[in-house]
């Protein structure tokens, strides 16, 4: 039978061909057709919905359509194409259906959707052309297949967002064998540049691939030769990880989901307690392996039928090691999503494409005889490993606007880089130093102040740190919207949902006045779940204030705050900065406390003249059964909240169902409505007592609490109104603040900018304290004119540039004193450890993936 490595072209054609196949047979039974059909559906875990939203938000802005949307992550997302329809597209929680009319941008989410299964394909089975050249067409075209066919159902039917990493890994694997085998690294250095788009699927590939290099090279345990081919691995990876950090991660922004996590609240033990459901546990497993039945069943046909010539030991123990290696994220990933160190979407989808490769290679070396060529020595490459970064930091000097700490921040590093590298080529027989474990310990403070400094200043600086806001229009408020990963978008102007009869008199929570006085409050962070506590109920302070958070600007907006690609716009008339009183300062909220009850402690803090509370509670009688509940309420004069406290399904009010909110959208008459299971009760216990019945998804002691607003809508106060006075000025850019204002007497400046213990305040020219209000940072104001600066730096950041400093001065002693004596026991000591230093990598990343996430779950749970 002719090998594929003979019949490049063909493989390549023919793989594409049966997976292009498979995948319109699939689409087709499940009605639908990528050329023309209604409707194309993704499977949802939670997030997938949010890039459609972003293409149509784009397409919304750039004035493509007409139209409204809204987005919901449990309840799932509508997008209405036009206002003239008749309808709102229903998005359940499982399923995400995507209207595919007039849409040229869902088309083309269709065509990418193909076209990565094609360059999975192309990729894939270069990769087993080039390790596996013996392999038979026929036996490659079937694993190409079941390889990109697998990453397409493993995606939940080839959501774009992942898809294309499931070409990548073959570059990477590919790259690495080359590499481990003595080849060039360029192909290594690209997969893995590519991968880093992604810090999932690069840290996941760098683990794998560091086990690989360690088992593959296991013959030449105790070798000169085993060195240096760990050490090349090490330096690439070191190359490129450098690289990702000048290049993607300022200019793309791909660390903010990583870094963002680590600074979440810990979990309740409700959310430890999913892993141990079968159903959830087996759908992980899963995850892991799909599309690979037929050639898993093939490979294993084949093992048992050579039992009289079995494969050679090594080749076996690797593979399955490498198996292990990738399959035990899934049984670790709960505990990762506990402590909040990976997306809880993201990291089993895109971990589960280096399983998919390794079967897909298990099989393809059963198939080709149990053989893998042996090493053939290469010459280093040493242009690619020190010239990648250096060429990546000189290119982000073109490509960004830095200031000058920017510059050294950025700048040490590389320097650390190009020393370890000098010692390293100094020193015989090119074999790993002490000096790259002394870039990696002393190293380790100016590398985290450098990368890290940038998303603490996005944090602290844009406030609402996860969030993407969208306009529309922009005439005053109307069509100001606001999408919000793993949240939900609030609609200011009832206007933007269109002609849609029984919505125009439902407002989110509070309604628009109260919504201007501060949105979303009481609602925290989504992963647990928990309503009414005051985790995060000033990030979102300024959507009643006329600013938003786009890529690019609209007509009539000033950039008043800028950081590589992220712009805070303020609309006209828009203001930034709020004059609060001083005895707001060291406001905080109960976290035991009602939604309600936090609002009044605001309202009481933030506006002292005002007379009597926001809202009054309400009795509710409630009854339960199980997950039953039934809730009465008293008549009541005036508007009534109910809150439920969890998610709730099967809702009735006085007997009438209420459905999901794109359903109640198309009932008229209404009085009530639910929006990712929260219960809005406009007035609902006007005439006689209004019965709340539920069945609650999540069993709490309170399933609903009610209070009545005792100011109407329209007298609520709205923060800012009489800032004119104070003739505000201000600008930023990055970690800088300067406000301009005149102040009276025991007032205080309240920014929209979380506080960090690493921003620091000027008053008058004189260092002033930045005390909070809430999660927000203020500053005591002098009675006259104030001009306050802030200035944001990491905590230890210029301590660290100082160390790091002077350790780089030391290295560059140290080749110095190395290279004049040669025989000095000091280097035969750094010559012994080389090996040794790649398995300690090895170990350290391991537990970080393995043990590191437990450990912080632990540190969370008991502080």
Known sequence: MESASSRPVLTSLASIAFSLAVVFLFLAVRGIWPFGGRFLEY?????????????????????????????????????????????????????????????????DMVWVMLADVACICVTASWFLRRVFPSLPVCWTVLLTAGYAVGGFFQTKYGFMQFLDHAAMFPLFALGLYRLVNGGRGWLYAAGLFLLATSLYSAFMAVVTGWLFAWAFTLPLKGTRERRVRLARVFWYTAAVTLATCYYWLPMAEMSRDSMRSLFMTPPTFFELSWPFDPPKFLERLYACLPGMSFAALAAVYLACGKKASPAPDRGRRLFILLLAASVLPAFVEPIHRAAHLWSYVDFPVR?????????????????????????????????????????????????????????????????????????????????????????MMLGLPIGAAAFWKQGEEEKASVQAFNAEWLARGMKGYSGLLRVKDRD???????????????????????????????????????????????????????????????????????????????????????????????????????????????????????????EGPLYEAVTVRTEMSGPFYRAGIPEYPGAVYGFPQTDTAELRVNGCAVPVMAEAQKTSGGTSRTYNGVLELKRAAVAGETVVEGRMLRTVETPLLAAAACTPEQDVPVLGKEQDKYGMEAKGSGGHVEVALNAGEGEALMVPVVYDRGWRARRNGMEAPVEKVGELMAVRLLKGQ?????????????????????????????????????????????????????????????????????????????L
């Open 488 to 610: 939900r978008l609030m609609v200011e102007n009832a206007d933007c949902l269109g002609p849609v009869p029984g919505i125009g008199n439902f407002r989110h929570t509070t309604s628009i006045g109260h919504f201007r006085f501060l949105k979303n409050l009481g609602y925290r962070d989504e992963f647990t779940r928990t309503y009414g506590q005051g985790g995060t109920l000033f990030s979102d302070l300024l959507l009643g204030h006329g600013f938003v958070l786009a890529s690019r600007p609209m007509e009539g907006m000033e950039c008043v705050l800028s950081r590589e690609g992220m712009y805070l716009y303020r609309l006209p008339g828009a203001r930034w900065g709020l004059v609060v009183p001083q005895g707001a300062l060291g406001l905080r909220l109960d976290g035991n406390a009602d939604v309600f009850s936090n609002l009044n402690a605001l309202h009481a803090a933030l506006c002292p003249s005002a």
């Open 351 to 439: 971990f589960g494409f280096i399983p998919n490769l390794a079967v897909m290679s298990f099989c393809a070396w059963i198939l080709s005889g149990g053989r893998l060529p042996g090493p053939a020595g290469r010459p280093w490459g040493w242009g690619w490993s020190l010239g990648l970064p250096i060429a990546a930091f000189f290119f982000s000097l073109f490509v960004l606007k830095m200031t000058a700490a920017d510059l050294a921040v950025r700048l040490l590093p590389l320097l650390f880089f190009a020393c370890a590298w000098l010692c390293w080529r100094h020193v015989e027989g090119k074999r790993l130093a002490w000096s790259i474990a002394s870039v």
């Open 786 to 862: 104030n001009r306050v600066v802030f200035d944001y730096y990491p905590p230890l950041l210029k301590g660290s540039l100082l160390f790091s400093s002077g350790a780089a001065a030391l290295f560059l002693l140290y080749a110095w004193w190395a290279r004049r004596h040669p025989e000095s026991t000091l280097r035969r000591i750094v010559l012994a450890c080389g090996y040794r230093l790649f398995q300690c990598c090895a170990a350290v990343v391991l537990a970080a993936v393995y043990m590191g996430s437990i450990v912080l779950f632990i540190v969370q749970s008991v």
């Open 43 to 107: 499977m949802d875990n939670g997030q997938l919905v949010y890039p459609t939203l972003k293409y149509y938000a784009s397409a919304l802005m750039s004035g493509a359509f007409d139209g409204a949307f809204f987005y919901d992550v449990n309840g799932g997302a509508g997008i209405r194409v036009s206002p003239t329809l008749p309808h709102q597209l229903l998005i359940p929680s499982t399923w995400i259906a995507v209207a595919m009319g007039d849409s040229f941008l869902l088309k």
